[in-house]
């Protein structure tokens, strides 16, 4: 018998700390709003870190960043290590991107998001060593079918077959990078159809692990953060996510092996990216994207669409919310 309160521990993320973090997306996301198609990714990407950490110091938990912005001259950044929260509440590992897809903000694009990603303390694994990842993941009939050691054109065959629909049917999402063509091309000469991105690595896992969305797997070489992040979305939708590590020269191998990781073609599940199931991913919407709607400004109102995945109860909430526009912009 399952308990229905048995993650509600105080150890234990839960449900009024993601309603909580949904406001520190949702103010990077409108703090991003003056900057959409206007080329300045910077800018944007600055004016939503000031904004998350902001709301952030008033969460009520004790919250240590794993993966983050990183650390520029001494300006407080969301940097890999720093506490955040007001010390109180649950003790939790913090990734954070105050903006996935700075480039498609900046250039007015599809599928931005401000994201935020919370475990138990000590459960998330830090990969920031190594910068990039190579990762598959489909939804919940993928899980024992396939396998990123194996041929991609293998894996859209099982994968077509678990899903009960025609390989020509599958559309396998990869971003579209120039270390990707030979994969691009295998993936079209297995019968499958590409959904190729320009960026948004995060928004492109969790598509393909989503019940009922346009896009089936999602596969290649992305940021190895994003794969960490995309894991504790994955928990909670019941999907597959497999990562290997892939350093980008001898110098960031070893720096990875000096950190503890396996980068010699380890195949990281979803339960060593994040180990237990206590965790929680909130998402809003700066651009228009299939997951979430961007943020709309509207006269007086400012329009936010956000969602929340719980691991512990294996649930999708979205948040459609109004600001009034005086407040913020």
């Known amino acids: 018998m399952v308990s229905l309160t048995e993650d509600m521990s105080p150890l234990h993320p839960d449900r009024n700390l993601a ?3 949904v406001r520190a997306t949702e103010a990077a996301a409108i703090r991003a709003v003056p900057y959409i198609g206007r080329g300045q990714k910077e800018l944007a990407d600055g004016a939503a870190v000031d904004a998350m950490r902001a ?3 008033t969460v009520n938990f004790d919250g240590v960043i ?3 912005e990183g650390e520029k001259d001494n300006a407080p950044m969301l940097y890999n290590g720093e506490a955040v929260g007001n010390g109180r509440g649950p003790q939790c590992d913090i990734a954070v991107d105050p903006i996935d897809g700075t480039t498609l903000t900046a250039e007015g694009r599809n599928n931005a998001l401000s994201v935020i990603a919370v475990s138990d303390r000590g459960t998330m694994l830090d990969a920031s060593t190594v910068f990039y990842m190579d990762k598959l993941v489909t939804g919940p009939a993928g899980v024992g079918v396939v396998d990123i050691e194996l041929p991609i054109g293998e894996n859209i065959r099982r994968l077509a077959k678990a899903l009960g629909k025609p390989v020509d049917e599958l559309v396998v999402s990869v971003l579209n990078r120039p270390r990707h063509a030979e994969l691009i091309q295998e993936i079209r000469d297995a019968g499958a159809g590409t959904r190729l991105m320009s960026d948004g690595d995060v928004a492109g896992g969790i598509n393909a692990a989503r019940h009922n969305a346009r896009t089936d797997m ?5 940021g190895s953060p994003e794969g960490i ?3 504790c979305a994955i928990k909670a939708l019941g999907g597959h996510i497999q990562g290997r590590l892939w350093p980008r020269d001898d110098d960031e ?3 990875g092996i000096d950190a503890g990781l396996k980068v010699d073609g380890y195949v990281y599940s979803a339960d060593e990216m994040v180990t237990g199931k206590n965790t929680l991913f909130v998402a809003t919407g700066v651009t228009n ?3 979430v709607g961007g943020v709309r400004r509207a006269g007086d109102y400012v329009y936010t669409e956000s969602v929340v995945l719980r691991g512990a109860s294996g649930t999708l909430r979205r948040i459609s919310s109004e600001h009034l526009t005086s407040k913020w912009l």
């Open 289 to 291: 994207g299939e997951l």
């Open 55 to 57: 709301f952030l110091t």
């Open 253 to 255: 191998k070893q720096k």
């Open 229 to 231: 992040v995309t894991a």
């Open 66 to 68: 794993v993966i983050g």
């Open 218 to 222: 999602c596969v290649g070489i992305g």
């Open 19 to 21: 309603l909580e973090l």
